[in-house]
């Protein structure tokens, strides 16, 4: 079965940081845009980050835009989000996803795999 497992999560304090990876398992993401979304409490599921195969394409949601940072190791098959200057605003269960485009989607339903999330808390 084909499943991306993010990892990394947990609890900190505002202002430190996180870094959460995404390998795959089951199969390889070759040509795939991964995404990274989260789910705030309370709130709809948003749009953080993506980045093409290439990584000639990337975007950002302009909340995040100076403190997070995606990227890929195309060998290990893995994307990472880097996230730092954490505000407590930040909380929320984090999805990473794949996207079968060369695009660099920012809607979830353009998104063909996801994994199960972590839940990333920030304190004050």
């Known amino acids: 079965q084909v499943q991306l497992v993010e990892s990394g999560g947990g609890l900190v304090q505002a202002v430190r940081s996180l870094r959460l990876p995404c390998p795959p398992s089951g199969r390889t993401f070759s040509s795939y845009t991964m995404g990274w979304f989260r789910h705030p409490p309370g709130k709809e599921r948003e749009f953080i980050a993506a980045?093409?195969?290439?990584?000639?394409?990337?975007s950002y949601a302009d909340s995040v835009k100076v403190r997070f940072t995606i990227s890929r190791d195309n060998a290990k098959n893995t994307s990472y989000l880097q996230m730092n200057s954490l505000k407590p605003e930040d909380t929320a269960v984090y999805y990473c996803a794949a996207s079968y485009t060369i695009v660099v989607p920012t809607t979830s339903t353009r998104y063909d795999y996801w994994g199960q999330g972590t839940q990333v808390t920030v304190s004050s």
């Open positions: 980045i093409s195969w290439s990584r000639g394409r990337i």
